[in-house]
């Protein structure tokens, strides 16, 4: 009979991240039965949670950025991959001024921690550590996304971004480790859980399913991605746990080999492969080009011999993971970069507005579809005038009004509409982080509200469905895409004033009219049935 032996089924290696230290206080060591005790009191957590949420808010990895600034030098990059860079490292310089959070979406707020043994708190640890995510929520210019059931059809928004996701382990030893996740809805909606079988599991069938689903992930959720897959696992919410992790960087320490004993392991010859398919995929980093990803990580898992889990998921530009730690020397936090801007090269600094065709929205609607249609696709365009913006319960708003006979407002019809839900707005300013949402999950809406007249500009960002482009083509209409990720810019260059014109109970998903000048967006759909992601192949 096989003698028993455990086996760690996550043995990350060796910590090689960089911690500042945050305070010596909340901290003490002490004895029980005969061991040393590290006495963590409960505001230290709060304490912790407050700060590593604040941070992750502003400010990014290194690493991260420093691989979005080496597509600026890589001559395979498209020029729309160097703009995208451009603008993802010029939102990270002033997002880390603290003030207009990097994207709008500032997220669910997830923390998984593991707490030693011989670590002794007295309290209820989650509810001091969901304390320090309320006082961040509140304290700063951020967003409030999360929505409370009081019925199964029945939501109000939470009014604190509460209730964070806390997953806490018990581990062995005198420390106390974690990671916290600011995790975006359109990041967080593209995770996908594939039921598959043992047949699967061969060089051929594997390498082109991932492949396959890979380019199903679309823009949507702002790219270059981090992109990670983890095949197998226990059961499969152990396997799309692994793929969230394992799109953090959490795994990245993982071994490269498996063993009898069932260790997760990262399988670097299919991420290489994958990641080669990424930037043939045509996609690049957001409006074509090789970019489509930054990295890829590929995780596999011991599975039940009846099932084989396979998930997908991403990080997107906004790769929002700090982690943290506390021990016997203090509570101490990863240290993010607080200088982005060292990445920007002098000659990327200036405005580039070459072929940049200007547009006055401050004008009746068939005056701006004239304008609009003299331009083919792929056109880059500056925006100047009235915007409005309504997002997912906007839209199922306003079409109750039209199924109960009321049609639609006019300034569905006067206006372009700008897909987004802004964060919450510093003093003195006249917007808060105010980036595009994802268009796709107004799809449905669009033929219905063309034919009535309104939704006849769209803008937003990713990719859409061919309902929309044959709309666009029936009814005249058009949907501009904008850059997913820098909301911070937005927001200090383009948007100069923010008023809530309908549904103000929704808070973030309220109706808004914005003024804009000089904002940024692509003609990607046009009125005479051209998409240009499908020009591209895709």
């Known amino acids: 009979m096989p003698k028993f032996s455990y086996q760690d089924p996550f043995p990350l290696g060796k910590d090689t991240t960089k911690y500042r230290l945050l305070t010596k206080e909340h901290v003490s060591v002490g004895k029980f039965g005969g061991k040393e ?33 080496a597509i600026l030098s890589d001559p395979e990059a498209s020029p729309n ?9 010029r939102n990270a310089e002033v997002a880390a001024n603290f003030v207009l959070p990097f994207c709008q979406d500032t997220g669910t707020a997830t923390i998984v921690g593991k707490k030693g043994q011989q670590v002794w708190t007295g309290a209820r640890d989650e509810e001091y550590l969901a304390k320090g ?24 928004n939470s009014g604190t971004n509460l209730p964070a996701q806390i997953d806490l382990y018990a581990t062995e030893g005198m420390e106390y480790k974690f ?24 060089p051929a069938s594997l390498e082109k399913f991932l492949v396959e689903k890979m380019k199903t992930l679309g823009t949507a959720a702002c790219p ?19 793929v969230k992790f394992a799109s953090t960087g959490y795994f990245d320490h993982l071994p490269a080999t498996g063993n009898k004993g069932g260790r997760a392991f990262r399988d670097l010859e299919m991420e290489e492969k994958l990641l080669k398919a990424a930037y043939k995929s045509g996609y ?37 993971n700090v982690k943290a730690k506390i021990d016997r020397a203090g509570i101490w936090l990863e240290e993010l970069d607080r200088n982005p801007g060292r990445l920007i090269p002098a000659k990327y600094r200036g405005k580039h507005e070459h072929g940049v065709v200007k547009v ?18 792929r056109t880059q365009l500056s925006l100047s005038g009235t915007l409005i913006v309504g997002r997912d319960i906007a839209h199922a708003k306003l079409k109750e009004r039209i ?87 937005l927001a200090e260059e383009n948007i100069k004033k923010v008023e809530c014109i309908d549904f103000p109970e929704l808070g973030m998903e309220a109706v808004w009219k914005i003024e804009v000048v000089d904002f940024p967006a692509f003609i990607l759909v046009d009125d005479k049935g051209n998409d240009f992601f499908k020009k591209l192949g895709i």
């Open 37 to 69: 005790v590290l006495k963590v009191a409960p505001e230290g957590l709060a304490y912790l949670a407050n700060q590593a949420m604040r941070d992750v808010s502003f400010l990014l990895r290194p690493a991260h950025l420093e691989k979005v600034a």
């Open 81 to 89: 991959d160097r703009g995208v860079a451009v603008a993802l490292l």
């Open 133 to 156: 995510v309320h006082k961040t929520y509140i304290n700063e210019n951020l967003r409030y996304s999360q929505t409370i059931p009081l019925t199964m059809y029945e939501e109000i």
């Open 179 to 202: 990671l916290f996740v600011a995790k975006g809805g359109g990041s967080a909606n593209k995770t996908y859980l594939f039921q598959e079988t043992k047949a699967l599991l061969n």
């Open 224 to 242: 270059p991605y981090h992109l990670a897959f983890a095949v197998g696992g226990t059961s499969a919410e152990a396997c799309l746990k692994a």
């Open 284 to 320: 690049g980093a957001q409006f074509g080009g090789k970019y489509f990803a930054l990295d890829v990580r590929v995780v596999r898992l011991p599975r039940h011999g009846a099932s084989c889990p396979l998930a997908m998921g991403v990080s997107c530009s906004a790769d929002r």
């Open 360 to 377: 006055n929205l401050n004008r009746p609607m068939k005056e701006i579809l004239a304008e609009l249609t003299k331009y083919p696709i």
């Open 403 to 489: 199924d109960k006979g009321e049609g639609l407002p006019q300034y569905v019809k006067d206006h372009p509409i700008y897909y987004a839900g802004p964060a919450k707005t510093p003093k003195g300013m006249p917007s808060g982080s105010f980036g595009p949402t994802t268009a796709g999950r107004m799809d449905s809406y669009v033929d219905l509200f063309q034919s009535l007249g309104g939704s006849l500009i769209m803008i937003a960002k990713g990719n859409r469905s061919k309902a929309v482009t044959d709309a666009c083509k029936k009814y005249g209409g058009f949907y501009l895409g904008s850059i997913g990720g820098p909301a911070a810019i």
